[in-house]
């Protein structure tokens, strides 16, 4: 490739990789699947030098375990708390409708989606208190996880691509 290429090849890199983290937060960005794509970029520009199947195959594994947490997470802090379906159908909305009011609305779009949807289905302001929060508790959680697995998949690539450029049999 030449230098020009290479450049902009690594530009579109690291954006994944920003981009990816920042997805990792807003809940509209598939966030980590973002950063291992970034990864995979740098990972092919170097033609696997540096990294290779090993050390991706560990990164894809940390990325699908982020998307499963994200899924589980969620409901499991929902169903924790006594949930309907109409609480969880709520909380799906609501992280949807929260989207277009910026950073509160991704922050609180879950909780008023729970709420409503547990409103509709049982009446009571106490439990949907608890349901409601037990969702965004469990949205938190994920969100937590998901940054930590992130940085724990840029250090490994880190370290695999400065310090190991594919010597080591783990990384």
Same mark, same amino acid.
């Given at each position: 490739m030449t230098l020009a290429l290479d450049f902009w090849l690594w530009l579109a890199a690291f954006g994944l990789i920003a981009v990816g983290i920042a997805g990792t937060i807003l809940p509209a960005l598939p966030g980590v699947p973002l950063v291992f794509g970034g990864m995979l970029l740098a990972a092919w520009i170097?033609?696997?030098?540096?990294? !290779?199947?090993?050390? @991706?195959?560990? @990164? !894809?594994?940390l990325m699908l375990l982020s998307i499963v947490i994200d899924f589980l997470a969620g409901i499991a802090g929902a169903k924790r708390f006594g949930a309907s379906r109409a609480a969880l159908l709520g909380a799906a909305v609501g992280t949807v409708v929260g989207l277009f009011f910026g950073l509160l609305g991704l922050a609180f779009g879950p909780f008023v989606g729970a709420l409503i949807g547990e409103l509709s289905a049982r009446k009571d302001m106490m439990a949907a208190g608890r349901v409601a929060f037990g969702t965004w508790l469990g949205m938190? %959680?994920? %969100?937590?996880?998901?940054l930590s697995l %992130?940085?724990?998949?840029? !250090?490994i690539f880190v370290f695999a691509y400065l310090v190991s450029g594919n010597?080591?049999? @783990?990384?």
């Open positions: 170097d033609d696997f030098e540096r990294i !290779g199947y090993i050390t @991706l195959t560990v @990164l !894809g594994t938190l %959680v994920a %969100v937590v996880v998901k %992130v940085f724990t998949m840029l !250090g010597r080591l049999p @783990l990384v």
